[in-house]
C-alpha cells in the first residue's frame, strides 16, 4: 500500500496545460500548485530530497553519467519542482561569486545546477546549464518569492524563453508598471523619494501652483491624514520661476504638483486623484520632458494610449502654471526647460485615442496645440533663448548658483581654483557663492553654459563645453521646425484653419530681426486667431536659417552655430539626423546625410553620440564625458530610425535598430536581464564609467523597472525588424556576422534572378546575321 501523501494545507495538484511566458502576477498569483505525479514515495513533500550539487574540476569524475539520472519517456514540457529560498541561497552560493545578487557571464561558477522534476516529485533531475537559463532561473525564483510563494512547479520554458521575447514581455506587463507613478495620497510616500536631494534633509515636500486651493487643501488633508509622512505643503507665488525665487528653494528642495483628476470618492462626494505617469527609473523618480516622449512611443507600441495620454496632460498643466515643460517636476528645475517635443507627442498619441467620441478627442488635442503655441512664444523663440540677429533659438535658461540636483563633488575641479584664490575649501567657497557674498563672473558664465548644457539634455559633452547657451543647436532647431509645421498642420486639418487661444500671453515678432525684438510692443494671443498660413510660413523662414547657418555642403552635415564667434561648431553630432526625424531636409541633403555622414557614426551597437575624432583625446585631465562617443543613447537611435524610414531609407533604418537591440539583447542575456540607460556601443558594455556611471544596473535578482527611454527604444525597434531579423538578435548573432552573411545572400539572388532572366537568355542566344 502506497504511503500517504502529506502535503502543506490548501495545495492543490494540477494535471493541465497552464499559460507559460506570462507575467509573473498570473503565474505565481494564487496557492500553491504541485502536478501530480506517479511516485510518492521519494516526494520531498516528505522532507526528503535527493539533489545532488553538481560536481566540476577534479571531482568531475563523480557526476553521474548524464543518461543515468535524466527522465526517461518524458512525454511533455518538462517542469521543476522547488523549494524557492533553498535554492536562491544554492544558486546565490554557488553561482554569484562577485557577491552582486546577479548572475552573469563575468561570474566563475560552474554554471550548471540540478533541479528536481515535477513528475518525480523531485526525485529524478534534470541539469539547468550556461548562464542565461540559471539567471533567468534567479530572476523567477525571486519572482516567486514576491508572491509569497514557498515552493513552485516550475516551466523550462521559463528558463528558456526566446531572449526577445521575454525582455519585450518584461517590458510590457512589468517594467512600465514599475516605473508608473502618481502624486496623490496613494503614491506621495514612493514619488516625494528624491536621491538626487543632497541637503540632508528628507521631509517630503511637495509645492503647489498658485490658483489651485482645491489642489492646496487636498494635500493638506493627505498631510493631516498620514502624520507619518510628515508631509510639508506649501503654496508656490504666482511668479514661480524667477533665479532668486528657484535658487531661495535649493536649500528645502520638493516636488511639483502636477494635473489630477476629480473623481467620486466613494462616500457621496468628489475628491482628486493623480493622473498616472511614467518615469526615468534609478535616481530619476520624477516626470521628466524629453525622456517622456520616447517613454510614449514605447507605451504606444504596448497599447497603452492613456498613460501616454495623462503624460501630455501633465506637461499642458505645467505650461500653465510653471511657464514651460520643465526639465523634471522638481522645484529645483524650475527656470529650465528641455527639448521640446510636445506637438509630436501629442499628434502620435490623437492618432491611437478611441474614436468613439471624435469632438472630446479633437478638443484634447486642442488644449494641447494651445499649450505648445505658448511655449513657442514664450520660451522658445523669447529673448534669452532666441538670438534676434540670426533667428537661431538656444538653450539658455535662467538660473543662478550651482546646480544642486547634481553629484557633491561634481563641480569640485571647476571650484578648487577659485576657492585657491580665496584661501577658502571648495565647500565653503560654494556656499559663499550659492549666497552671493562672492561675486566670480567667469564662473557665472560657466554656469550659465552649465545649465544649458542640462537645458539641452546632453548633459555633458565636450560638444557644449563652455559655449552651450551661445549655441543654435541642430537639434533645437530640428525640433522647433517641427513643432511648426506640426501646429500649422492641425489648424489647417483639424480646426478649419482658425484657432483661437485662451490664455493671454505676448506673441513673438515675426519675421526675426533685432529690430522687430527691440520694439517693446508685443501682440497680444488673444487678439486674433492663428492660422496655419503664419506657421508654415515660420517653418519656412526656419528652414531657410537652418540651411544658411547650420548646412555644411562640403562636409554634408549639419553643424552648430555659435552666436558669439559668429561660426559653425565643427563638432559631428548625432543630432545631425534629427533633420531627417523633423523633415527639414531636401533630398539632396537627406543623401549626402546618409551616404557621406552616418557612417560617422554607425558603430556594431547602433548610433554613437559623435564622432572620436570630435570628442578629442581623453585624459586625467580631459575625462570622457556620457553625451559623447563611444556612447549612445536611445533617443539618438530612435531619432535615427524613425528619420531614415521617413526619407526612404528603410535598409538603413532597419540596419541601425538591428545593431543596437542586438546590444541590447546580449546585455539582457549576459547579464541577469540588464536594462541600462545607456551603453559604450563600440564595446557593446553597459558597465560605463563617465561621470554618473550608468542608471538602471543596480538591481538585486530580478530587474524591477529596467529604464524608461531603453525600454521604449526596445519596444519600437522591434517594430523595425523584419522576422528573420528578429530571430537572428534572439540567437545573439552578431551584426557582422549577419549583414556579411545577408548581403552574401542578396547578391547570390540577384545573381539567380539575372541568370533566370527570360530576355537575358534569349539575348544570348539570338544570332544576329548582317
Known amino acids: 500500500m502506497a504511503p500517504a501523501v502529506n502535503h502543506p494545507a490548501g495545495v492543490t495538484f494540477i494535471d493541465e496545460q497552464r499559460p507559460v511566458n506570462v507575467d509573473a502576477a498570473i503565474y505565481y498569483g494564487g496557492g500553491e500548485t504541485f502536478q501530480r505525479s506517479r511516485t510518492y514515495s521519494a516526494s520531498h513533500i516528505h ?29 511533455g514540457p518538462r517542469r521543476f519542482l522547488i523549494d524557492v529560498e533553498e535554492t536562491i541561497r544554492v544558486i546565490l552560493e554557488q553561482e554569484d561569486t562577485d557577491g552582486d545578487f546577479q548572475i552573469s557571464v563575468t561570474d566563475a561558477g560552474p554554471k550548471i545546477m540540478a533541479l528536481g522534476t515535477a513528475t518525480s516529485n523531485g526525485f529524478k533531475t534534470f541539469d539547468i546549464r550556461g548562464n542565461y537559463m540559471l539567471s533567468n532561473l534567479l530572476q523567477e525564483l525571486a519572482l516567486a518569492r514576491d508572491h509569497n510563494r514557498k515552493r513552485i512547479v516550475l516551466d523550462e520554458a521559463r528558463l528558456t524563453e526566446n531572449p526577445v521575447d521575454r525582455l519585450s514581455r518584461m517590458i510590457r506587463d512589468s517594467f512600465w508598471h514599475s516605473l508608473t507613478r502618481r502624486i496623490d495620497g496613494d503614491g506621495l510616500e514612493i514619488i516625494t523619494a528624491d536621491p538626487k536631494n543632497r541637503t540632508g534633509r528628507v521631509q517630503p515636500r511637495i509645492y503647489v501652483p498658485h490658483g489651485e486651493p482645491a489642489m492646496a487643501e487636498y494635500y493638506r488633508k493627505v498631510a493631516r491624514d498620514k502624520p507619518h509622512m510628515n508631509l510639508d505643503v506649501q503654496v508656490l507665488p504666482e511668479k514661480n520661476d524667477s533665479p532668486e525665487f528657484v535658487k531661495s528653494l535649493n536649500s528645502k528642495p520638493g516636488l511639483l504638483a502636477l494635473a489630477m ?10 475628491t482628486l486623484k493623480g493622473i498616472p505617469f511614467v518615469v526615468p527609473g534609478a535616481r530619476f523618480n520624477e516626470l521628466y520632458n524629453w525622456d517622456s516622449y520616447f517613454i510614449s512611443l514605447g507605451l504606444l507600441v504596448d497599447g497603452q494610449v492613456n498613460m501616454a495620454k495623462g503624460m501630455v496632460d501633465h506637461f499642458i498643466f505645467e505650461i500653465k502654471h510653471y511657464g514651460k515643460i520643465l526639465n523634471g517636476s522638481r522645484s529645483y528645475y524650475l527656470c529650465r526647460s528641455q527639448p521640446p517635443f510636445l506637438t509630436d507627442m501629442a499628434l502620435q498619441i490623437y492618432n491611437q485615442l478611441d474614436r468613439s467620441d471624435v469632438e472630446a478627442n479633437r478638443q484634447w488635442l486642442k488644449r494641447a496645440i494651445q499649450a505648445a503655441i505658448k511655449e513657442y512664444h ?7 533663448r532666441m538670438d534676434p540677429k540670426t533667428g537661431l533659438s538656444r538653450f539658455r535658461p535662467d538660473g543662478l548658483g550651482i546646480p544642486p540636483e547634481t553629484e557633491a563633488t561634481h563641480f569640485t575641479h571647476v571650484l578648487e581654483p577659485f576657492a585657491a584664490k580665496h584661501g577658502i575649501s571648495v565647500h565653503e567657497f560654494g556656499e559663499r557663492y550659492n ?16 545649465r544649458a548644457v542640462r537645458e539641452s539634455g546632453h548633459d555633458t559633452t565636450y560638444r557644449f563645453e563652455k559655449r552651450c547657451a551661445n549655441l543654435g543647436t541642430i537639434d533645437l532647431q530640428a525640433l522647433l521646425y517641427k513643432y511648426e509645421v506640426d501646429i500649422g498642420t492641425a489648424i489647417r486639418e483639424l480646426f478649419d484653419n482658425e484657432l483661437y487661444l485662451e490664455e493671454d500671453f505676448p506673441l513673438s515678432p515675426f519675421p526675426v530681426t533685432p529690430q522687430n525684438y527691440a520694439n517693446p510692443y508685443r501682440e497680444r494671443s488673444t487678439s486674433r486667431a492663428q492660422t496655419s498660413e503664419e506657421w508654415f510660413a515660420r517653418a519656412e523662414w526656419r528652414q531657410g536659417m537652418i540651411n544658411k547657418y547650420l548646412w555644411n555642403e562640403s562636409k554634408g ?30 533630398e539632396e541633403q537627406a543623401w549626402k546625410l546618409v551616404s557621406q555622414a552616418l557612417k560617422k557614426f554607425e558603430v556594431l551597437g547602433g548610433v554613437v553620440s559623435g564622432t572620436e575624432e570630435s570628442r578629442g583625446k581623453i585624459s586625467l585631465d580631459r575625462p570622457n564625458r556620457q553625451w559623447d562617443y563611444p556612447y549612445a543613447w536611445p533617443p539618438h537611435q530612435i ?40 551603453f559604450d556601443a563600440v564595446k557593446l558594455s553597459h558597465l560605463v564609467d563617465a561621470e554618473y556611471g550608468n542608471q538602471g544596473i543596480d538591481f538585486k535578482m530580478v530587474p524591477r523597472e529596467g529604464f524608461g527611454w531603453m525600454n521604449a527604444a526596445y519596444q519600437v525597434g522591434l517594430s523595425f525588424l523584419t522576422v528573420h531579423m528578429r530571430r537572428a538578435v534572439a540567437a545573439c548573432t552578431s551584426p557582422e556576422v549577419f549583414f556579411k552573411s545577408a548581403g552574401a545572400a542578396a547578391a547570390q539572388a540577384q545573381a539567380n534572378v539575372a541568370a533566370a532572366d527570360p530576355l537575358d537568355l534569349a539575348m544570348e542566344n539570338l544570332n544576329i546575321s548582317s
Open 47 to 75: 522532507g526528503y530530497n535527493p539533489k545532488r550539487a553538481p560536481t566540476f574540476e577534479k571531482d568531475q569524475h563523480l557526476r553521474a553519467r548524464r543518461l543515468s539520472h535524466d527522465e526517461k519517456n518524458v512525454t
Open 261 to 270: 483628476n476629480e473623481v467620486d470618492d466613494g462616500k457621496g462626494g468628489k
Open 378 to 384: 514664450t520660451i522658445w523663440v523669447a529673448e534669452p
Open 435 to 450: 549666497n552671493g557674498t562672492l561675486k566670480e563672473p567667469k564662473l557665472d558664465e560657466y554656469f550659465l553654459h552649465d
Open 557 to 586: 552635415l549639419y553643424f552648430d552655430y555659435d552666436t558669439a564667434t559668429e561660426k559653425q561648431s565643427l563638432y559631428e553630432s548625432a543630432t545631425a539626423l534629427w533633420a531627417l526625424w523633423a523633415g527639414c531636409a531636401s
Open 639 to 678: 531619432m535615427a530610425w524613425v528619420g531614415l524610414e521617413r526619407y526612404g531609407y528603410l535598409d538603413e533604418a532597419q540596419r541601425l535598430a538591428y545593431r543596437f537591440l542586438y546590444m541590447m539583447t546580449t546585455a539582457f542575456v549576459d547579464f541577469n536581464g540588464v536594462v541600462p540607460e545607456k
